[in-house]
């Protein structure tokens, strides 16, 4: 009797191990199989994918790996066989390794849509409106001069502001140098050709930043500051740091020192307020210009953004890190150092400049 009672034991610990041992490789495969179906990239890089005739969507998988656009074979091979897929079409597509194997099989399904008169335009995170004209200018039939005339147009700007519920009086401040600096955000976009109208360019990109911005309007709208003071906390994060990871202590830095009725003492501040640009202008005296950007000058905030902030760096700003740190260094290379205190700040400069490594003088 107890030999039969030990055997059942025995027989239903194995049992247990197995029905255990299973349930973990199940979910170990599931949790593989959602990994390997999101896309190979954060970061915005299109591809152009040419579909032959006679391919199928199977027969597809080894070019889209080799092209960088699916992390698994596998699992973009199962995720065919569990979801219904519509017809493939020949042609030529604008893909993106920002995209998930269900967002590139849309388009694959959508059919081609290249347009050989098509232009794309990147502007990039941290991008200030004189560069954007450039890239205009560069890339479609308008100079820069008709694009800051559309820029600067007040009954333009106001029609604008009653658009697009982030948009607010602020941006007309008599400090401001462009009004929607800040505003155009940084992405790759697509337009019918090189004749497309600056109005056009100007809205896809608000178009664009009120997509972005929707996750957060509630918090946005819930903040002691306003969105416009949020937008130029985060455009002084991306134009400060280079590294995402980074954003959320900075935003902790600026948003301490604001309690604190510190200045904000932001070199990428001081830049762009003596119309300059990091990394490529002497830093001189910039310092000490008295501006409305300033903020080694001014207390507070600048009057308004001082480049084109990408999603990361406004969500930082919404949900910075909890640190005691009280200032941080940026280097030429934008690698980003924190500190407590004033010494240990200091400390960190004295060895960046004694490597050569350091904006200033």
Same mark, same amino acid.
């Given at each position: 009797?107890?030999?039969?009672?030990?055997?059942?034991?025995?027989?239903?610990?194995?049992?247990? &191990?197995?029905?255990?041992?299973?349930?973990?490789?199940?979910? !170990?495969?599931?949790?593989?199989?959602?990994?390997?179906?999101?896309?190979?990239?954060?970061?915005? +890089? +299109?591809?152009?994918?040419?579909? %032959?005739?006679?391919?199928?969507?199977?027969?597809?998988?080894?070019?889209?790996?080799?092209?960088?656009?699916?992390?698994?074979?596998?699992?973009? #091979?199962?995720? &065919?066989?569990?979801?219904?897929?519509g017809n493939l079409q020949a042609g030529t597509y604008v893909l993106n390794k920002n995209m998930s194997v269900a967002e590139i099989l849309k388009i694959l399904e959508s059919g081609s849509r290249e347009n050989p008169d098509a232009i794309r335009i990147t502007f990039p995170e941290g991008l200030?409106?004189?560069?954007?004209?450039?890239?205009?200018?560069?890339?479609?039939?308008?100079?820069?001069?008709?694009?800051?005339?559309?820029?600067?147009?007040?009954?333009?700007?106001? %029609?604008?502001?009653? *658009?697009?519920?982030?948009?607010?009086?602020?941006?007309?401040?008599? !400090?401001?140098?462009?009004?929607? +600096?800040?505003?155009?955000?940084?992405?790759?976009?697509?337009?019918?050709?090189? /004749?497309?109208?600056?109005?056009?360019?100007?809205?896809?990109?608000? /178009?664009?930043?009120?997509?972005?911005?929707?996750?957060?309007?509630?918090?946005?709208?819930?903040?002691?500051?306003?969105?416009? +003071?949020?937008?130029?906390?985060?455009?002084?994060?991306?134009?400060?740091?280079?590294?995402?990871?980074?954003? #959320?202590?900075?935003?902790?830095?600026? &948003?301490?020192?604001?309690?604190?009725?510190?200045?904000?003492?932001?070199?990428?501040?001081?830049?762009? !307020?003596?119309?300059?640009?990091?990394?490529?202008?002497?830093? !001189?005296?910039?310092?000490?210009?008295?501006?409305?950007?300033?903020?080694?000058?001014?207390?507070?905030?600048?009057?308004?953004?001082?480049?084109?902030?990408?999603?990361?760096?406004?969500?930082?700003?919404?949900?910075?890190?909890?640190?005691?740190?009280?200032?941080?260094?940026? /280097?030429?290379?934008?690698?980003?150092?924190?500190? %407590?205190?004033?010494?240990?700040?200091? *400390?960190?400069?004295?060895? &960046?400049?004694?490597?050569?490594?350091?904006?200033?003088?």
């Amino acid at each position: 009797m107890k030999r039969r009672i030990r055997y059942k034991r025995v027989v239903l610990a194995v049992i247990g &191990l197995f029905l255990f041992l299973a349930i973990c490789f199940v979910f !170990g495969f599931v949790l593989f199989y959602k990994s390997n179906l999101k896309s190979v990239s954060k970061q915005s +890089e +299109e591809v152009s994918f040419k579909v %032959e005739k006679g391919s199928t969507y199977m027969s597809l998988s080894s070019s889209l790996k080799e092209a960088n656009l699916i992390q698994s074979e596998f699992a973009y #091979k199962l995720y &065919l066989k569990m979801n219904k897929v519509g017809n493939l079409q020949a042609g030529t597509y604008v893909l993106n390794k920002n995209m998930s194997v269900a967002e590139i099989l849309k388009i694959l399904e959508s059919g081609s849509r290249e347009n050989p008169d098509a232009i794309r335009i990147t502007f990039p995170e941290g991008l200030i409106v004189s560069k954007v004209a450039k890239l205009i200018a560069q890339n479609t039939n308008h100079t820069e001069e008709e694009f800051y005339q559309v820029i600067i147009n007040k009954t333009y700007l106001k %029609e604008l502001i009653s *658009k697009y519920w982030f948009l607010t009086d602020a941006i007309l401040n008599n !400090g401001i140098y462009y009004a929607l +600096e800040g505003y155009l955000y940084p992405n790759t976009y697509e337009f019918a050709n090189k /004749d497309v109208k600056i109005e056009t360019i100007v809205e896809s990109m608000l /178009d664009s930043m009120e997509k972005n911005l929707e996750p957060y309007k509630e918090a946005m709208e819930k903040s002691v500051y306003s969105i416009h +003071e949020i937008i130029t906390l985060a455009s002084m994060i991306q134009s400060e740091g280079n590294n995402v990871e980074d954003f #959320k202590k900075m935003a902790s830095v600026f &948003l301490t020192r604001l309690d604190k009725k510190m200045k904000l003492q932001s070199c990428a501040s001081a830049y762009y !307020g003596a119309k300059k640009v990091m990394g490529m202008d002497a830093f !001189g005296d910039s310092y000490l210009k008295s501006n409305s950007y300033n903020t080694y000058v001014i207390a507070g905030l600048p009057v308004g953004p001082i480049s084109s902030p990408g999603r990361d760096a406004i969500k930082a700003v919404l949900e910075p890190a909890d640190s005691s740190y009280l200032y941080f260094a940026s /280097d030429k290379n934008r690698k980003v150092y924190f500190s %407590e205190t004033y010494q240990e700040h200091q *400390k960190i400069i004295n060895q &960046l400049k004694s490597a050569g490594n350091w904006y200033g003088s």
